[in-house]
């Protein structure tokens, strides 16, 4: 089936710095919407809520609290409710998985093939995806020269945003 068309990807220096947040929710939930529909697959109510309640900010967001904002809005309080709609996003490309954190964040780019990288300020644990194929590349790579086929990579990086930054100086 046809991907959508590539849009140029996003700012990661956005997530770190000021900016029209609603523009950026609403052209990831755009290009998330074409892609789902032409994978032939559906955005139902809760995996479309879950997908609007990781966009909300640049950050991650564990299971237990995305399942707490669901429930709230009566979509339901048993935890599969939220790991199947995190599940959904995550193998469709909507949504990655931060293992360091035990938690998601929404993908920049959906529908994008891509590999991305997280920068994750251990101040205000925002989070920025960037995109990583040159560290993928070096890592396949290095794997195959030990005969060794990398089949997933997490690439996840910690230290402190400007604004951190400038608050851990004073």
């Known amino acids: 089936m046809p991907e959508p068309k590539s849009e140029p990807q996003a700012d990661p220096t956005a997530a770190f710095e000021p900016h029209d947040h609603h523009q950026c929710v609403d052209a990831t939930l755009e290009r998330a919407d074409e892609m789902v ?7 139902t109510p809760v995996r479309r809520r879950t997908l609007e309640i990781l966009l909300e900010r640049h950050g991650a967001m564990g299971a237990y609290d995305v399942l707490q ?4 809005e009566g979509f339901g309080h048993q935890p599969p409710v939220a790991y199947r709609a995190l599940d959904f996003l ?6 990655h998985r931060i293992r360091r954190l035990n938690a998601f964040t929404a993908c ?6 891509h590999h991305a990288a997280f920068l994750i ?4 644990d925002t989070v920025a995806e960037i995109p990583a194929d040159p560290l993928r590349e070096a890592l396949d790579r290095g794997g195959a020269g030990l005969g060794f086929h990398i089949e997933r990579a997490t690439i996840e990086a910690v230290g402190l945003c400007t604004a951190c930054s400038a608050e851990a100086a004073q």
């Open 121 to 124: 300020c251990r101040g205000c």
């Open 90 to 95: 995550v193998e469709n490309g909507l949504a």
């Open 69 to 72: 904002r669901l429930s709230d």
């Open 108 to 113: 920049n780019h959906p529908g994008e093939t």
């Open 37 to 43: 529909r032409a994978r032939g697959l559906r955005l």
